[in-house]
Nanobody, 127 residues
Framework: QVHPVESGGGSVQAGGSLRLSCAASGYTLTGKCVGWFRQAPGKEREGVARLYAQDRVISYNYYADSVKGRFTISRDNAKNTVFLQMNSLKPEDTAMYYC?????????????????WGQGTQVTVSS
């Protein structure tokens, strides 16, 4: 089974940075669409960023408008890991962050478009 494992969350002050990791154990992320989502208390889970992890294929990465220019999604094939670099963090970025994956190319940015989910890692940004 495909179960992404997130790490890297924590507490930072506004303006700080964090790098989240989404690791795959026992399977490869290559050939899968991998996305980061977040969910704040009382709010719906929303897509933050996603990429298509395939070699020799240009991946037009998706970013939510609220994170464009501050967050960067990337992957390390050797480590079989997808990262989310988060810079210039704001209090409104506070949420539980989830990594999700689905086999094949990326077809959408909603929760329903992804079949495999991690347990999440908490990010808290204080003002």
């Amino acid at each position: 089974q495909v179960h992404p494992v997130e790490s890297g969350g924590g507490s930072v002050q506004a303006g700080g940075s964090l790098r989240l990791s989404c690791a795959a154990s026992g399977y490869t992320l290559t050939g899968k669409c991998v996305g980061w989502f977040r969910q704040a208390p009382g709010k719906e889970r929303e897509g933050v960023a996603r990429l298509y992890a395939q070699d020799r294929v240009i991946s037009y990465n998706y970013y939510a408008d609220s994170v464009k220019g501050r967050f960067t999604i990337s992957r390390d094939n050797a480590k079989n890991t997808v990262f989310l670099q988060m810079n210039s963090l704001k209090p409104e970025d506070t949420a539980m962050y989830y990594c999700a994956a689905v086999a094949g190319g990326c077809v959408g940015n909603s929760v329903a478009d992804f079949g495999y989910w991690g347990q999440g890692t908490q990010v808290t940004v204080s003002s």
